[in-house]
Every structure is written in C-alpha cells, then in structure tokens.
C-alpha cells in the first residue's frame, strides 16, 4: 500500500515548455487533489475531483488543465510554463472518517521550477 | 470567502508547551484540521475536531475549539525536538469537498 505517489519528484522547465505532473492512489478514494505551496503562502488548491469523471476549479486554476483518468489517477498539466509556477506541487485523496469528516492523504510533492 | 489566518512563528524550549493558534472565518465549518509538514515531505494529518465540540485530546495534543470567536488552538504539551516542523490549520467547507488552509506556522524547538 503505496498510498498517494506523485511523479517526478524534481523538475526544471523552460519558459514555454509543457509537462504533465502525475499523480496515483491505491487508497480506493474517490476524491483527488491538487495543491501549490508557496513560501507564506500555505497551500492553495488549483483543481480537484470529486469522483471519477468530474473536476472543478479551485483557488488558483489558471494555467493549468486536469485529467482524471480513472479513479487511480490525477495529472496536472501545464501547456506553457511561467516562472510564475515555480512552485512545490502536492497531489492528495481523500477518505470519510468513520464520524463523517474527510481525512486528505498527501503525495511527497513535486518541486517545479521554471526559468 | 473562506479565511484560515495563523501566526508564521514560534519558538520554544524542549520540555515546555507549545501553543499554535488559528482563526477562520466561515462559522458553518464542519469540520476543523491540523496537518504537520515536516521538512522536504508532504502533509500529515495530526488531530482534528467536530465543530460542535470545543475540546480533544489526543495523547500530547490538546485542540480548543472556539465556535464563538471562531478560534482554534492546538496545545503540544512537553514539546520535543522532533516536533520541530510547520503546521497547518484547514477548515473543511460545508460541502465537504475542500479544505481552505491557513499559511502555516513554523514551530521551531530548541534543545
């Protein structure tokens, strides 16, 4: 049980380039997320996924696509990358509490940076 | 919208209490969240409470719960070197999809 596995763990881009950050869960969870941390800035969600088959615009979605392939997956895309996106990019799942609240499982993080 | 405000540092000696304060702003909140990150690592759930108690306690954690004020605390007692990290306090939205995090307070223990 490998719980939340994001991949790469480091990546540096050029202005411009693309790539996609992938993110798995064998948790079985049927919500996904994704996160950018920033120094003082906390965390701030950019997409997530309620279920399979659904995504919706959190805080910060602009400059970034989702895809999510199946329950397993997230991918996080960026089409043109900005130095703007330098960032620490977390992936998690979610899970109900036995009392009825959500415990979020994280990933180890992707640290981008563009320049 | 939905606000988590924190304090971004604090220090303390080994042995002593610590106690890392939250405020939020949505008053329907369900539930209320502490993570721990430690350095170069992802978020670990440490506690969290219901919004209708205003005290847990979970060995040396201790979570205050403030409806009134909307203020949250989190109290280490007897504080140890390895509890040295950053810790978040979130509050899950009324329907139940999102946590809205505070920017972190640094805890930083001290030998």
């Known amino acids: 049980n490998a719980g939340v596995t994001q991949t790469p763990k480091f990546q540096v881009l050029k202005t411009g380039q693309s790539m996609t950050l992938q993110c798995a869960q064998d948790m079985n969870h049927n919500s996904m997320y994704w996160y950018r941390q920033d120094p003082g800035m906390g965390l701030r969600l950019i997409y997530y996924s309620a279920s399979e088959g659904t995504t919706d615009k959190g805080e910060v979605p602009n400059g970034y696509n989702v895809s999510r392939l199946n329950k397993r997956e997230f991918s996080l895309r960026l089409e043109s990358a900005a130095p703007s996106q330098t960032s620490v990019y977390f992936c998690?799942?979610?899970?109900?509490?036995?009392?009825?609240?959500?415990?979020?499982?994280f990933g180890p993080g992707t640290r981008l940076t563009v320049t | 919208g939905e606000d988590v405000e924190q304090s971004l540092f604090l220090s303390v000696r080994e042995g002593d209490s610590s106690v890392i304060n939250c405020t939020y702003t949505d008053s329907s909140s369900t539930y209320l969240y502490w993570y721990k990150q430690e350095p170069g690592a992802g978020l670990q759930l440490l506690t969290y409470i219901f919004s209708n108690m205003d005290m847990k306690q979970d060995q040396r954690l201790t979570v205050l719960l403030n409806k009134k004020d909307k203020h949250l605390s989190l109290r280490i007692a007897d504080t140890q070197t390895g509890d040295s990290a950053i810790y978040f306090c979130?509050?899950?939205?009324?329907?139940?999809?999102?946590?809205?995090f505070g920017k972190g307070t640094m805890l930083l223990v001290s030998p």
């Open positions: 998690a799942s979610s899970s109900r509490f036995e009392a009825g609240g959500y415990e979020q499982y």
């Open positions: 979130a509050e899950m939205d009324t329907g139940y999809s999102t946590l809205t």
